[in-house]
């Protein structure tokens, strides 16, 4: 069974019970987390938002007909809640505040973590001149970890376009980190 068939079920037992949601929070919580704290940059927001989107999900689930993934209208409703956040508050997310945390290697030598956060620094510098619509797919794409298939149905998009556009994305950005480096 795949992803899609087991969510369908899972979907499906939520409908008829809300106490199963359970297991899709479980599943889906730490790419919408982790998608949110890429685009606001605070902790507390991103838990804040993350319980918002979860809280509507599941106000809403009867009205989820299965068209298209779980995950792309998961994600749907996370991007509206990312929207109505900044427009509430009318400012920028810090990218270099949003690094993750806790994956670094313990004990490394402090060379590493120079090396680790000039890489970071710069990244966190070149996604933020891409284009709003270029950093939202990539954080689709690489923060959740959505299939492009799931990022397609959440922007609305083909799959062979949120492909291609992810391409042109990751291929830009990578200029624009080798011109810095060497400027």
């Given at each position: 069974?795949?992803?899609?068939?087991?969510?369908a079920?899972?979907?499906?037992?939520?409908?008829?019970?809300?106490?199963?949601?359970?297991?899709?929070?479980?599943?889906?919580?730490?790419?919408?987390?982790r998608?949110?704290?890429?685009?606001?940059?605070?902790?507390?927001?991103?838990?804040?938002?993350?319980?918002?989107?979860?809280?509507?999900?599941?106000?809403?689930?009867?009205?989820?007909?299965?068209?298209?993934?779980?995950a792309?209208?998961?994600?749907?409703?996370?991007?509206?809640?990312?929207?109505?956040?900044?427009?509430?508050?009318?400012?920028?997310?810090?990218?270099?505040?949003?690094?993750?945390?806790?994956?670094?290697?313990?004990?490394?030598?402090?060379?590493?973590?120079?090396?680790?956060?000039?890489?970071?620094?710069?990244?966190?510098?070149?996604?933020?001149?891409?284009?709003?619509e270029?950093?939202?797919?990539?954080?689709?794409?690489?923060?959740?970890?959505?299939?492009?298939?799931?990022?397609?149905?959440?922007?609305?998009?083909?799959?062979?376009?949120?492909?291609?556009m992810?391409?042109?994305?990751?291929?830009?950005?990578?200029?624009?980190?080798?011109a810095?480096?060497?400027?």
């Open positions: 069974m795949d992803s899609a068939d087991d969510d079920h899972l979907v499906a037992a939520a409908q008829r019970r809300p106490a199963r949601f359970a297991a899709l929070y479980d599943k889906y919580f730490p790419q919408v987390y998608y949110i704290a890429y685009r606001v940059g605070s902790q507390q927001d991103a838990e804040d938002l993350t319980s918002q989107v979860f809280t509507e999900a599941l106000d809403r689930l009867d009205g989820y007909r299965g068209q298209g993934t779980f792309a209208w998961l994600f749907a409703i996370a991007r509206h809640k990312v929207v109505d956040h900044y427009r509430q508050r009318g400012d920028v997310v810090s990218l270099e505040s949003s690094s993750a945390q806790g994956l670094e290697a313990p004990g490394a030598a402090p060379e590493y973590w120079a090396v680790r956060n000039e890489q970071r620094r710069l990244l966190a510098w070149a996604l933020q001149t891409l284009a709003p270029k950093q939202e797919l990539l954080a689709l794409r690489f923060f959740a970890g959505l299939k492009y298939g799931q990022v397609a149905q959440a922007l609305g998009k083909s799959e062979a376009a949120v492909k291609m992810v391409y042109r994305a990751l291929d830009e950005l990578r200029a624009r980190m080798l810095a480096e060497e400027g």
